[in-house]
């Protein structure tokens, strides 16, 4: 059956994710629009396809304990000279898109895996382009603002022409407490609830 590219995330709601994701193709930034404006639960990974049911079973149970929270983007921030990216800061949710993410790649889960750098939730508007763009996408959004209220997440595959699209959306089930799932190697304490 092979293998296909997964990713999970919260997605930037209009009319913020339009305008952020044509702000980043104005900076030359050309996987902008296979690339919808989100914060990442879980970065590109490669599954074996017939894992699927069970992928979606595990992201319906995630989404099942949690509940809404506020989310807040403001001004912007970078990963260089470690990885060229430019992002808007993710100012207000971070802790819950942390906690979320843990749950995501619960080490007994179908999406277990290690991260290449330490999670710090952020949405992304200029990645590996030329360095006076990255400035120009910068200085440009420093003033950007945005805030809503999350009430899920989203299952995304990469396509072979290299777009993500939109597999099923998971909403959170407003549990007020939430147990915890053992996760042995969380690096911090997890919260009781979210």
Known sequence: MGTVTLGVSIAVPEPYGSL???????????????????????????????RRPEIEE????????????????SGTGTFRPLS???????????????????????EDGPLAR????????HVTV??????????????ELADFEAAWTATGFALYEQG???????????????AAHLPLPPQPNFSRPPAPSL
Not at 35 to 50: G, Y
Not at 58 to 73: D, E, I, Y
Not at 161 to 174: H, P, T
């Open 20 to 50: 952020l994701q044509q702000r980043r193709a104005g900076f030359g930034d050309s996987a902008a629009h296979g690339i919808p404006t989100h914060v990442t639960l879980l970065p590109p990974t490669e599954v074996d396809a017939a």
């Open 58 to 73: 595990h992201l319906a149970g995630v989404a099942a304990a949690g509940r809404a929270f506020p989310m807040r983007l």
């Open 84 to 106: 060229p990216v430019v992002f808007v800061r993710v100012v207000e949710g971070s802790s819950a898109c942390g906690r979320l993410q843990e749950w995501v790649r619960a």
């Open 114 to 121: 290690e991260l290449q750098f330490p999670y710090h939730p």
């Open 126 to 139: 200029a990645h590996g382009i030329a360095e006076e763009a990255m400035d120009r996408a910068y200085a």
């Open 160 to 174: 072979e022409d290299c777009v993500w699209r939109l597999q099923r959306e998971f909403s959170f089930g407003g």
